[in-house]
T-cell receptor, first 112, second 113 residues
Framework: EDQVTQSPEALRLQEGESSSLNCSYT??????LFWYRQDPGKGPEFLFT???AGEEKEKERLKATLTKKESFLHITAPKPEDSATYLC?????????????FGSGTRLLVRP | DAGVTQSPTHLIKTRGQQVTLRCSPK?????VSWYQQALGQGPQFIFQ???????QRGNFPDRFSGHQFPNYSSELNVNALLLGDSALYLC????????????FGSGTRLTVV
């Protein structure tokens, strides 16, 4: 069964303290792996799409990487405005499936 | 450029009632998917509409149904509401049936009492 597991569930950082969020997945033929940011009461906001192992993408203080079993979202020198829930989702390549399978997210709090 | 628009933003219904949620996709997008997000959980796929047809469905009962109109907008209908249907309902739109990812709306918060 296709599955996505994110860790840790919650993470508290001091401003400037770099860290990484993990997304482990099992899927039949990965079509794509997506990272989203979600603020309370809002819809997910797209960050990155990764399609193949070894791929990396960066945006401001965020960098996403992908291996055959997991993805990492690295946050460098975070600021309080980076506080949010970060969601990882995969799209399986089997049976022409285009749905996203989400993990439960990592709640990030960055303290000033 | 307007993104995905959902209405209403909040809704309170009584058990057993029926509800209709609406979604206008981002300009240029032709595919609409619906997700249910319980508090503290990731979104769960309900179904996807493409060319006015339901192309894929998640593990949700037949009480959940939908429709896509010629202008690509969509409705989600839920009949015989249960307390457990209380959640944030998200609409996501895309091109090419989601191959390049989805743009999400801000959602409709449904509370069933």
């Amino acid at each position: 069964e296709d599955q996505v597991t994110q860790s840790p569930e919650a993470l508290r950082l001091q401003e400037g303290e770099s860290s990484s969020l993990n997304c482990s997945y099992t899927v039949s033929g990965l079509r794509g792996l997506f990272w989203y940011r979600q603020d309370p009461g809002k819809g997910p906001e797209f960050l990155f799409t990764l399609y193949s192992a070894g791929e990396e993408k960066e945006k401001e203080r965020l960098k996403a990487t992908l291996t055959k079993k997991e993805s990492f979202l690295h946050i460098t020198a975070p600021k309080p405005e980076d506080s949010a829930t970060y969601l990882c989702a995969v799209q399986a390549g089997k049976d022409s499936s285009y749905k996203l399978i989400f993990g439960s997210g990592t709640r990030l709090l960055v303290r000033p | 450029d307007a993104g995905v628009t959902q209405s209403p933003t909040h809704l309170i219904k009584t058990r057993g009632q029926q509800v209709t949620l609406r979604c206008s996709p981002k300009s240029g997008h032709d595919t609409v998917s619906w997700y249910q997000q319980a508090l503290g959980q990731g979104p769960q796929f309900i179904f996807q509409y493409y060319e006015e047809e339901e192309r894929q469905r998640g593990n949700f009962p037949d009480r959940f149904s939908g429709h896509q109109f010629p202008n690509y907008s969509s409705e989600l209908n839920v009949n015989a509401l249960l307390l457990g249907d209380s959640a944030l309902y998200l609409c996501a739109s895309s091109t090419d049936r989601g191959y390049y990812g989805y743009t999400f709306g801000s959602g409709t918060r449904l509370t069933v009492v």
